[in-house]
């Protein structure tokens, strides 16, 4: 079945990059995205990709993925107290628009 | 503009008991979708409105549950008879293309 995959935790310092990584099976996801969640708040979008890309880039954000392994990646340049949050890396499924999700990354940021 | 909207932001039920959560989403929104957090299964999908088509509802888990949509807007989630397992955040998210899902701050559920 569908299954998408994250580590769960992730601690940083300010100031430096982080990336969260994400694997998933369902190699016919047409949409990968990546979700902010911050205590007691619902979900952000904060960006997806077209399974057709390799790379797409917004602001401090990077997002790279290799459809050959089927993994994707999340990258913060020069992350910020601000940023720490659960970050979730979905899918969309093969049987309709539903999303799939990883059970997220706490991202944890350290001054 | 306004985002999704969902009500009421905290619930706390007894068990037996059935529950309405309510779900605004953004205006012009053609889709609507359900979906269920819970500490250690993480997002689940639940079910899903696309225009007048029938729903998809093959993420429910029982048939203690049930949502309706009105007028291709406001959708509402049942659960009947709850259960101490239905205790979770409950999240609803609308989009116009299946591409982006917004979703709203959630109604977390506790059943004692």
């Known amino acids: 079945g569908e299954d998408v995959e994250q580590s769960l935790f992730l601690s940083v310092r300010e100031g430096d990059s982080s990336v969260i990584n994400c694997t998933y099976t369902d190699s016919s996801s047409t949409y990968l995205y990546w979700y902010k969640q911050e205590p007691g708040a619902g979900l952000q979008l904060l960006t997806y990709?077209?399974?057709?890309?390799d790379m797409k880039q917004d602001q401090r954000l990077t997002v790279l993925l290799n459809k050959k392994d089927k993994h994707l990646s999340l990258r913060i340049a020069d992350t910020q107290t601000g940023d720490s949050a659960i970050y979730f890396c979905a899918e969309r499924g093969q049987a309709g628009t539903a999303l799939i999700f990883g059970k997220g990354t706490t991202l944890s940021v350290s001054s | 503009g306004a985002g999704v909207s969902q009500s009421p932001s905290n619930k706390v039920t007894e068990k037996g008991k059935d529950v309405e959560l309510r779900c605004d989403p953004i205006?012009?929104?053609?889709?609507l979708y359900w979906y269920r957090q819970s500490l250690g299964q993480g997002l689940e999908f639940l079910i899903y409105?696309?225009?007048?088509?029938?729903?998809?509802k093959s993420g429910l888990p029982s048939d203690r549950f049930s949502a309706e949509r009105t007028g291709g807007s406001v959708s509402t989630l049942t659960i009947q008879r709850t259960q101490q397992e239905d205790s979770a955040v409950y999240l609803c998210a609308s989009s116009l293309s299946p591409g982006e899902q917004y979703f709203g701050p959630g109604t977390r559920l506790t059943v004692t």
């Open positions: 990709i077209f399974s057709n890309m």
């Open positions: 409105f696309q225009g007048n088509s029938a729903p998809d």
């Open positions: 205006s012009g929104h053609t889709a």
